[in-house]
């Protein structure tokens, strides 16, 4: 089982940026396809963003050109860029790795 521990969340107004931070425990993380989703008041979990082992992505199309996912696999950590933030992406942002871990979500806000 992988440990995730989010970061970088918070308040932002309209047009702003954020960068979320999610480390890793263990020894494989590089063998590993990871994702970025999230989750609003009264809405199902969503995918935003995904990153596999090779470094090839997808994005939400709510998300693209605005939204970037990278990981820095010598730190265990894959990050998510988020750009031009509108109150729409409120949310609770969750990493996971592979099929079933998940981090416990880091609080996006959104507004003026």
């Known amino acids: 089982q992988v440990q995730l521990v989010e970061s970088g969340g918070g308040l932002v107004q309209p047009g702003g940026s954020l960068r979320l931070s999610c480390v890793a425990s263990?020894?494989?993380?590089?063998?590993?396809?990871m994702g970025w989703h999230r989750q609003a008041p009264g809405k199902q979990r969503e995918l935003v963003a995904g990153?596999?082992?090779?470094?090839?992505?997808n994005y939400a199309d709510s998300v693209k050109g605005r939204f970037t996912i990278s990981r820095d696999n010598a730190k265990n950590t894959v990050y998510l860029q988020m750009n031009s933030l509108k109150p729409e992406d409120t949310a609770v942002y969750y990493c996971?790795?592979?099929?079933?871990?998940w981090g416990q979500g880091t609080q996006v806000t959104v507004s003026s």
């Open positions: 996971k790795a592979g099929l079933r871990d």
């Open positions: 990153i596999t082992s090779d470094g090839t992505t």
């Open positions: 263990g020894t494989f993380f590089k063998l590993y396809a």
